[in-house]
């Protein structure tokens, strides 16, 4: 009877060594596989390209990979979900300072000229930051489900905190950016047909 139970504990951890080989062979075959794509546009999983148009080149590769392989291990699907989103959150970001210091109050602004300009960046800053509060639920569970896995691409749980505070910065930004027009701008706003 005893060497029935050993032999059926041995079974089983021999099948779940194997499995856990698998699920390993398959992120580090992912993680490869999404290296090689960051490459091709010198960057990495705590970097964005440099310009709008790459990141929207580099955001059409990752889906597609994550497409192509929709049956892959739960740790990749978090590590994708986390690249994807962070680079629609940065897309958003450099969409929302399209006008330069015109984008935020902080060097001054016109109500006649500017409020609307201010409004509509703060609204796509903000998105910026949801977007990117999205990422960190993807990050969080990665670090937290497979630690070695994500310490195996260099994702700890101080990239979730420096990065939660980087998006809480970005929302604080543009939320008192639209304060300040709302108050200052009133009668602009009126026109504009926004209500406050």
């Not at 580099?58 to 497409?67: A, R, S, T």
């Not at 310490?151 to 970005?170: E, R």
Request: hydrophobic share 40%; aromatic share 10%.
């Amino acid at each position: 009877m005893n060497k029935t139970i050993i032999f059926g504990i041995l079974f089983l951890l021999v099948i779940l060594y194997g499995c856990t080989s698998l699920i390993d062979a398959s992120f580090k075959k992912g993680v490869k596989r999404i290296n090689e794509i960051d490459d091709k546009f010198d960057t990495n999983m705590k970097s964005i390209p440099g310009s709008e148009e790459q990141i929207d080149e580099l955001l059409v590769q990752l889906v597609g990979f994550g497409v192509a392989n929709e049956d892959t291990t739960k740790a990749l699907e978090y590590l994708l979900d986390f690249r994807i989103k962070s680079l629609e959150a940065e897309k958003l970001h450099i969409e929302g300072w399209q006008w330069g210091r015109g984008s935020t109050t902080d060097w001054g602004f016109g109500c006649r000229k500017g409020s609307a300009r201010i409004l509509n960046s703060s609204k796509i800053r903000n998105s910026s930051a949801y977007k990117g509060y999205e990422s960190l639920e993807a990050l969080q569970l990665l670090v937290d489900e497979f630690p070695n896995e994500a310490k195996s691409v260099n994702l700890t749980q101080i990239d979730v905190i420096f990065l939660n505070a980087a998006y809480q910065q970005v929302e604080d930004k543009a939320v008192r950016d639209s304060k300040i027009i709302r108050g200052f701008c009133k009668e602009q706003i009126k026109e504009l047909n926004i209500t406050i």
